[in-house]
Structure formats: C-alpha cells, structure tokens
C-alpha cells in the first residue's frame, strides 16, 4: 500500500462487498446452492463462519444509523464502500452488482464522509474485529491463483 502511494499507483478492491456479506443481509442460515453458488466452497461462508462475522456488520449497522444521504439512512453497504473511499484516496472499489437499485445505492456511498475523528475510531473498533474463515478454501484453484 505504501508503495503504491508513493508511486502514484492505483489498487482496484475486488469484491469490496465481500461477496455480498457486507450488504448485510446474511445470517448463520444462509445456504448457498452448492453447485451454483461458488460461495457455497468458500471457508468464510460456512454457517459458522457467518455466525462468527455478524460482529462486524453490527458494527457497521451502528455506523449506518448515525449517517444519511440525500435525507435517506445510509445503508451498511454505504457506509463499507464509503469506508474504503474514505481510507486511501488511491483505492477504486468495483462492487458488482445485478441490480438497478444496486447500483444507485453503491454509487450514492460516495456521497457518505466520515470525519478524520470518525474514521480513525472506525479504523480502531475494525482492527479488533477477528474476521473468521479464509477468503478461499486453502490449496484452491482461487487460493492458488492469488498467491495463498
């Protein structure tokens, strides 16, 4: 990351929305179709695993309901995005998304702020947060493919 600012260099974050989790709508009882949804494979996306991460979107939900846009509450899918845009002005998040109502809501997180108080007590109430299941499962053609 340093490297990357000092040169001027920009970081694409690929599935800034953790794959849907930080929309905020998954619980422990989330089944991923095991065939269709590649999810399904993932380590983080075990019923424990969710169970365990709901930490982090309550924390979110507490930011969201202390932030507006346009006269509307933010959304926890907001307030991640504007987080990330918030953090490193050299970091470009692409959520993906097949929804029209998606969409307006991911590009309207560029209209949330954060304080650089609220930020650095976000950044120290995160760093806390132990994030339970690897991205991929080990040895994976996915895990494999990023270096892991």
């Known amino acids: 990351m340093d490297t990357c600012e000092k040169l001027g260099i920009a970081i694409v974050a690929y599935s800034p929305l953790d794959r ?13 179709h095991p065939t269709l949804d590649f999810r399904a494979s ?6 424990e695993a969710l169970e365990a991460n709901q ?6 939900k507490k930011v969201a309901q202390s932030k507006s846009i346009n006269g509307k509450p933010a959304t926890i899918a907001q307030v991640s ?12 998040p692409i959520p993906e998304t097949t929804k029209i109502h998606r969409l307006e809501e991911n590009l ?7 304080s650089p108080s609220e930020l650095q007590e976000m950044n120290k ?11 991929y499962a080990p040895g994976s053609d996915a895990a494999n493919s990023v270096g892991l």
């Open 55 to 60: 930490s982090v979107i309550e924390f979110i």
């Open 42 to 47: 993932m380590p983080r996306y075990t019923k």
């Open 20 to 32: 849907g989790f930080l929309g905020g709508n998954f619980t422990k009882d989330t089944k991923f």
């Open 108 to 114: 309207n997180a560029s209209l949330l702020t954060f």
């Open 81 to 92: 995005l504007a987080w990330i845009l918030s953090n490193k002005s050299f970091v470009i």
């Open 125 to 135: 109430e995160l760093s806390k947060i132990v994030i339970v299941g690897d991205r």
